[in-house]
């Protein structure tokens, strides 16, 4: 776990730029962020922004893998922990820095696609932020079809399925999906 906050702190500088250069974006009206808040079309978009997300950190994560190169020297990093009893909560910031910003661009590139308004946008950042912190904490929810602990789990053990976000419809689509066991996120041994 110490080694999980070293690399997550080492890299945490570089992974507020993307942020911070959004921001300034966003400030001076390049991305279609808006203040006002007028009609129930809001809600609609965040669901659009949501979906663009996804289906953008889903392919951004599965060419992380699937290049050789950008697997060695960017997405290694974070598959250090590939075992159940090494995955924690910091893993969840335990990236190389260029692969936080690269799994972060589809968050970027929705803002110039979708109208959404700044403070549902402040309110995404925070809770990906809570996101990535609970899909490595090894307690599955379980709950369908959301990408839970249990899925990511898997992501990091064998490496070849379960790439997507925040559900397993990418993954589903695509053929990268396998559904967890109940064993496969538990520390408890068996006593058999």
């Not at 689509?173 to 520390?187: A, K």
Request: with cysteine; proline share 4%; net charge negative.
């Amino acid at each position: 776990m110490i080694l999980h906050i070293s690399v997550a702190m080492k890299a945490m500088l570089w992974h507020s730029l993307l942020p911070a250069f959004t921001e300034y974006m966003i400030e001076h009206g390049w991305t279609k962020c808006y203040s006002t808040l007028d009609d129930f079309l809001c809600f609609l978009y965040i669901i659009l922004y949501l979906v663009l997300v996804e289906i953008g950190v889903y392919w951004v994560h599965k060419t992380l893998h699937d290049i050789k190169f950008l697997y060695k020297h960017i997405h290694a990093t974070h598959h250090i922990y590939n075992e159940k009893n090494t995955i924690s909560p910091f893993a969840g910031f335990a990236f190389h820095p260029v692969d936080g910003i690269l799994q972060a661009v589809p968050h970027v590139i929705a803002l110039f696609i979708v109208p959404i308004h700044v403070i549902s946008h402040l309110i995404l950042l925070f809770l990906e932020g809570i996101w990535t912190t609970s899909i490595h904490d090894c307690i599955h929810g379980n709950i369908w079809p959301i990408m839970g602990a249990g899925y990511h789990t898997i992501h990091h053990t064998t490496y070849k399925h379960n790439y997507g976000h925040y559900t397993i419809w990418m993954d589903w689509m695509f053929g990268s999906l396998r559904v967890p066991l109940t064993e496969d996120c538990s520390y408890k041994k068996k006593t058999n």
